[in-house]
Each structure stands twice: as structure tokens, then as C-alpha cells.
């Protein structure tokens, strides 16, 4: 049985699309369930769930309040209360699609050996696409595509809006590092890269696997210069936190990687220049340098 966690916090809007899109699944209701864990919601999440349940008796889901904030601390809890060989984690704001637990099924059927997997994420625009798009922008609205083929993860790994596990592989490493992930409103990561990196030193392989597809929904308000802003410095600020975590040693290699990715960032913001995609070259600029304010800068 595989077990979908969702930990959630203040996303009343977008749970019953997600909810719906868990009920059209391709295998039977007998062969999953749900774990919800309301992560100190102040919205109408607690009812929104609790009518779910009422109206769909025939799905295993439970409800969980854990108090301690951050999404790290939320989806180890759902770990803790799930009950599936098999977890997956489900944005509160995305929707799958309609054959993936059949697809994350049989990945994980035909390799019996391998305990961790990540699948394609796609966009859903629920307004606009912004004017600034571009395809090394992207990933911080949740897009991950790296190709068609099934593959080994090597320097890449999965993203938290679609990963897929043997429950077992947290026994033997443990779960999510709770000083990093989104914490409220706070915008900081790099939760899923440190899990990976450390499942990886611990001899675990791990696959992409694109025939599992989650679409992420993208409001107006996460285009907004804003929120690329706040979205750019929790990136930085978590790879701080995770690298010096390490050492001194791996902070100075990552900031190395940074000034290396400035020289990249120069480049393809000239070419947007020069093919008069000015929102483009603008925005790639102006997120490299908030990335790098949080990973270089010691603030609160």
C-alpha cells in the first residue's frame, strides 16, 4: 500500500483539487491512503479535511495536527502515522495525475532494490503565465523535467512535490532535517537536497523516474518579483544553513558554485538582452543576487 502525506498549511483553496485528483486515481481505494497533517493552519483547512473524510468513508484517510511548525516537522510526522511499505509526498497545492500511484507502484515493483524516487513536475498556471518566464527560472515555481528517460539521480535530485519512498530507507537514515524547509510563511528549502545527499553518502540509489507526473498550480501572486525575491533568499539562506552545516569547507565550495553560477547568469542574462527578452535577462539577474544575499550574508 502506499501511503500519500500531505502536510499542509493555510492552502484551504487548493485541497480539494488536490483531494479530487487523489479520487481519480487509476488503482483501487484499497490500495492507498491518505495522511493528512495540518500543520498549525489558521484557515478553513481543519474543515476542509474533515468534510473530505465525511463524504468519502470509503478512503482510508487520517487527520493529524502537528504543532511544532515547519514542513520538515509535518512530513515527519506523516512518516510516523503512515502505515503504506510505500510514502509519497504531496504538495498541498498541486494535483497528480490520474495513473501516478500506478506508476510509482510499478517503478518500485520492477526494482525491488532501489528505496527513493523522483518523478516529473509541470506547471499549471492558474492565471498567467509572468512575462519574465524562462526556463532557468522556473524550477522555483516547482517545475522539474529532466527528460523523458528513466534514469539514476546523479548531481540532480528529486523535488518535494514529487518523491516517493520505501518507508523503510527512514528507518535506517532518519527524516527530514527540521532546521531546514518552510516554516509558516517563511520561504526557506533545501529540505529534499539534504535528504538526498545524505541517502546518497548512506550507499542508497535513487531514480528519476518521468512516467510519475504531479502538476504543480502556480497562482499570480508567486510570478510577482516579490516572491521570487523571498523565494531566491530562502534558497540561499537554506544552503547556508546546510552547508555549514557540514563545515566551514563545504560553505566555501558553495560559494565558489555561486560566483561560478554569476558567470552563467551574466551569460544568459545578455542573450535574453540581445533577443529583447528584457523581463527575462531582468529577473535572472535579480534572482541570482537574492540567492546570493542568502547564502553569503548572515541575517534574519
Known amino acids: 500500500m502506499i501511503s500519500a502525506i500531505i502536510s499542509t498549511y493555510n492552502r484551504e483553496r487548493f485541497l480539494n483539487g488536490l483531494f479530487e485528483s487523489i479520487l481519480n486515481q487509476s488503482i483501487s481505494k484499497d490500495d492507498y491512503e491518505i495522511v493528512i497533517v495540518n500543520n498549525n493552519s489558521t484557515d478553513r483547512t481543519e474543515q476542509i ?8 468513508p470509503d478512503v482510508k484517510c487520517s487527520y493529524f495536527v502537528e504543532t511544532k511548525q515547519g514542513l520538515s516537522y509535518g ?17 498541498d497545492d498541486a494535483i497528480i495525475a490520474p495513473d501516478f500511484f500506478e506508476k510509482t507502484n510499478h517503478f518500485f515493483d520492477a526494482y525491488p532494490t532501489v528505496n527513493a524516487m523522483g518523478g516529473r513536475i509541470l506547471l499549471r498556471y492558474m492565471e498567467e503565465k509572468p512575462a519574465w518566464y524562462n526556463p532557468f527560472i522556473a524550477p522555483i515555481l516547482g517545475y522539474f523535467n529532466p527528460g523523458d528517460k528513466q534514469k539514476v539521480f546523479s548531481n540532480n535530485y528529486f523535488r518535494g512535490s514529487n518523491m516517493s519512498f520505501r518507508k523503510v530507507v527512514f528507518e535506517k537514515h532518519g527524516g527530514f532535517d527540521v532546521r531546514l524547509g518552510r516554516k509558516a510563511a517563511s520561504l526557506y528549502g533545501n529540505e529534499e537536497k539534504e535528504l538526498f545527499y545524505r541517502f546518497k553518502e548512506n550507499g542508497e ?7 510519475a507526473v504531479v502538476y504543480h498550480l502556480v497562482p499570480i501572486e508567486r510570478t510577482t518579483d516579490e516572491f521570487v525575491r523571498r523565494q531566491a533568499i530562502g534558497i540561499g539562506k537554506s544552503e547556508r544553513i546546510r552547508t555549514l552545516s557540514l563545515g566551514k569547507a563545504k560553505w566555501y565550495f558553495s ?4 560566483l561560478l553560477k554569476w558567470a552563467a547568469s551574466f ?10 527578452r528584457y523581463a527575462a535577462s531582468r529577473i535572472i539577474v535579480k534572482f541570482r543576487a537574492w540567492v546570493s544575499k542568502g547564502l553569503i550574508f548572515r541575517y534574519d
Open 49 to 56: 479535511c474533515w468534510q473530505f473524510m465525511a463524504d468519502h
Open 75 to 91: 512530513r515527519n510526522r506523516g512518516i510516523e502515522e503512515s502505515n503504506g511499505d510505500l510514502v509519497t509526498f504531496l504538495d
Open 205 to 211: 540509489v535513487m531514480w528519476y523516474v518521468p512516467e
Open 255 to 258: 560559494v565558489f558554485k555561486e
Open 267 to 276: 551569460g544568459i542574462a545578455a542573450f535574453y538582452l540581445v533577443t529583447f
